[in-house]
């Protein structure tokens, strides 16, 4: 923690492969988080999580716990797998990281959360292509995610990026991606990051 500069917090908390913590518990134990940042002189980058439905839950029991100072962070954290657009017809709506009148689910969803935040910087640290639900990747597709998602990711909220650092998640279907893909594309790009197993997420991240 000495050579650090950040503290990563909870992965995924809403899923029970994950950190699986929920989110009256998690506000419980902000105050340890925050002074294990204050030790070392870390920014904090909050809980990265998926669902709109863990993260309002974790801010309303911070806000019951802490009143209006709530439970500090310096970045939001979230995930995005998407399929890259042109999508087929057998990817639903949600999938696809093109929205139907041809506008970026991605950006929409970076602005959305963007609010939630209050406005704080956005860490993303997966993205890829979507694997789940029998949908298909492989090296070309995460290479047009990177390619689709980088120019949502540098996108203006108002004046600043939108996000600040983000890292490409590699899945066992993309096990050739090759090391151009995962190459530096933008300061704020920080890693390649590897998963081992790929879990059952099915259902719309809401």
Known sequence: LEASNYLLTFNEPEFTNQADINASYAAELWPHVEAIAANYSLQIVAPCTTKTWWWEQWQGNCTALYGAAGCKFDFGCNHFYFQPSPCHGDVEDWACIERGDGSSRLLHELERWHGLTGGKPLWVTEFACNPWSDLACDEAKHTAMM????????????????????????????????????????????????????????????
Do not use: H, N, Y
């Open 147 to 206: 390619d689709q998602a980088v120019p949502a990711f540098e996108a203006r909220l108002p004046t600043e990026p939108a996000v600040g650092r983000w890292g490409v998640a590699s899945s066992p279907s993309a096990s050739r991606l090759s090391s151009s893909v995962c190459a530096t594309r933008s300061a704020r790009f920080v890693a390649c990051l590897s998963i081992a197993k790929a879990d059952e997420r099915t259902s719309e991240p809401v």
